[in-house]
């Protein structure tokens, strides 16, 4: 069965820093994976998704991921945050095949101060 | 255009009542399905569906039923609330391409099992 380990439970930054939220999953078989984004008191929203091609991913809001195969990674990037960043961050992974069971990670909180 | 709606917002219960929340998508998706929310645990899936009269299992679904007789509406049922039932419940849809579509989730619904 496929996992996703989100490496930080908690990230705090200042505005403008680069930030990195780390994912690592385990299958043993091919994956899509994705990066959500929960605003407080909201439901999740896409951020970006990998699916096949180029390893380098971007999505809304200036973040991106890269998805590296060897070390079974997809972490995600922005070069400059604001404080509108503040949010909890999921990485997700979905097997090949598997009917839609997508399986996400424990979250990270990201809070940028001032 | 609503999207995915949740209803109720808010709900209290106690131990052994019965509840649906309701779920309903305007966007004529095949694929919807239910997630639990618990602090420190990401999401997780409970059930979910690849179309009108078709249900499946996910990840945790005891103590919860589901039916989906039309495409835009998927509730979920609690026969018998207990306490570890208490978390937030999000519902989200998708267009059926085999999974690599993103999610489009709910507001959530806050529920406490006392």
């Known amino acids: 069965a496929q996992s996703v380990t989100q490496l930080d439970s908690q990230v705090p930054v200042f505005e403008e820093a680069p930030v990195e939220l780390r994912c690592n999953y385990s299958s043993s078989v091919s994956v899509y994976l994705f990066w959500y984004v929960q605003y407080p008191n909201q439901g999740l929203q896409l951020l970006l998704k990998?699916?096949?091609?180029?390893?380098l991913v971007k999505g809304i809001n200036g973040f991106e991921a890269e998805f590296n195969k060897s070390q079974t990674s997809f972490h995600l990037r922005k070069p400059s945050v604001h404080i509108s960043d503040t949010a909890e961050y999921f990485c997700a992974v979905l097997v090949w095949g598997s009917n839609y069971k997508l399986t996400f990670g424990k979250g990270t909180l990201l809070t940028v101060n001032p | 255009n609503a999207g995915v709606t949740q209803t109720p917002k808010f709900q209290v219960l106690k131990t052994g009542q019965s509840m649906t929340l309701q779920c309903a998508q305007d966007m004529n998706h095949e694929y919807m399905s239910w997630y639990r929310q618990d602090p420190g645990m990401g999401l997780r899936l409970i059930h979910y569906s690849v179309g009108a009269g078709i249900t499946d299992q996910g990840e945790v679904p005891n103590g919860y039923n589901v039916s989906r007789s039309t495409t835009e509406d998927f509730p979920l049922r609690l026969l018998s609330a207990a306490p570890s039932q208490t978390s937030v419940y999000f519902c989200a849809s998708s267009y059926s391409t085999g999974g690599a579509e993103k999610l489009f989730f709910g507001s959530g619904t806050q529920l406490s099992v006392l």
């Open positions: 990998y699916l096949s091609g180029s390893t």
